[in-house]
């Protein structure tokens, strides 16, 4: 079993909707938790931070840590075609540790 | 420039032939790290550095990875006696402070034929 576990879909929803990706963990020692959003032949971008449990709320994104559960998950609101990307769960154990992603989720939304 | 940046983004190379990723961090971003994506998966971890100390390389697949970062600012990924399933998206990142800062360059395609 992997460490971080994250259905990779492909997920496709119409514009507009709300959509809900999540992610599974079995190291209880992670702490700091990302969303990457990743677009065809890019880098990874940064979208959501939070640390330990709790919501986190940035525009169209929210973020949901619940560490008793080992489970984060990012909520879409109003998905617009630009959405449209692979989205990566990370997380870590310290401030200046390297990351362990999960294997992404493939998102569409069609117009 | 802005960003992280990469070169070359691709890397063309026959089996057994040696290769070389450089990675331009942030300016004056002290870590350092370099990740290998494999197509349809998440990144995984490489190597780490702190300005020009490796302090994490247990990532490295095999012997044949090597990485450097001699004057703590510019790095570069040696892979040695290519192999296929050394064909994948090298990502590089790198952060001022925690992980919260920590961001990537575009990637190096490398096909190994």
């Known amino acids: 079993q992997k460490e971080v576990e994250q259905d990779p879909g492909p997920l496709s929803v119409p514009e507009g909707a709300i959509v809900s990706l999540n992610c599974t963990y079995s190291?209880?020692?992670?702490?700091?938790f990302m969303w990457y959003r990743q677009y065809s032949r890019k880098g990874p971008e940064l979208l959501m931070y939070?640390?330990?449990?709790g919501n986190k709320e940035d525009g169209r994104f929210t973020a949901q840590v619940d560490k008793s559960s080992k489970y984060i998950s990012l909520f879409i609101r109003d998905s617009q075609p630009s959405d449209s990307a692979t989205y990566l769960c990370?997380?870590?154990?310290?401030?200046?540790?390297?990351?362990?992603f999960g294997k992404g989720t493939r998102l569409s939304v069609i117009a | 420039g802005a960003g992280v940046s990469q070169s070359p983004r691709y890397k063309v190379a026959k089996r057994g032939q040696d290769v070389a990723l450089r990675c331009d961090p942030i300016?004056?971003?002290?870590?350092l790290f370099w990740y290998q994506q494999a197509l349809g998966q998440g990144p995984e971890f490489l190597t780490y550095f702190q300005n020009e100390a490796q302090l994490d390389k247990s990532g490295l697949p095999s012997d044949r990875f090597f990485a450097e970062r001699p004057e703590g600012s510019v790095s570069t990924l040696k892979i040695q006696r290519t192999q296929q399933e050394d064909s994948a998206v090298y990502l590089c990142?790198?952060?001022?402070?925690?992980?919260?800062?920590?961001?990537f360059g575009p990637g190096t395609r490398l096909l190994v034929l």
């Open positions: 990142a790198s952060s001022f402070g925690g992980v919260e800062t920590q961001y």
């Open positions: 190291n209880s020692a992670f702490q700091y």
């Open positions: 939070t640390y330990s449990s």
């Open positions: 300016s004056g971003h002290v870590s």
């Open positions: 990370a997380m870590s154990a310290l401030k200046r540790t390297p990351l362990v």
